[in-house]
């Protein structure tokens, strides 16, 4: 499975994020607070949401005010993921 995108709304630091073809091997480089462990704090909360529950993922993180990003309690937040990944023999794409 090869993650090709990665789009992010009103997770934490990240408002409006949309990052694109992302290499196998990735490094994250950042000053502190630029959001290098938000960004994977996305794939633990994914994580969280399908092992137990969106309620119990953003209780772990102390609520959903403190998920949301600053200022935008009342918007909506979106995880968007694309991979490849093979699917009946046939290398698909999957959102």
Not at 42 to 62: E, H, I, M, W
Request: charged fraction near 25%.
């Amino acid at each position: 499975m090869k993650i090709e995108s990665i789009r992010l709304e009103n997770f934490k630091a990240f408002k409006n994020v949309h990052m694109q073809n992302i290499p196998n091997f990735c490094v994250v480089v950042g000053a502190n607070g630029s959001g290098k462990t938000t960004l994977f704090d996305v794939f633990g909360f994914l994580k969280d949401c399908l092992t137990y529950n969106v309620g119990k993922a953003f209780q772990s993180r102390g609520g959903f005010r403190e998920v949301i990003s600053r200022g935008e309690e009342k918007g909506t937040l979106l995880i968007e993921l694309q991979f490849r990944m093979p699917i009946t023999d046939i290398e698909r794409l999957v959102t």
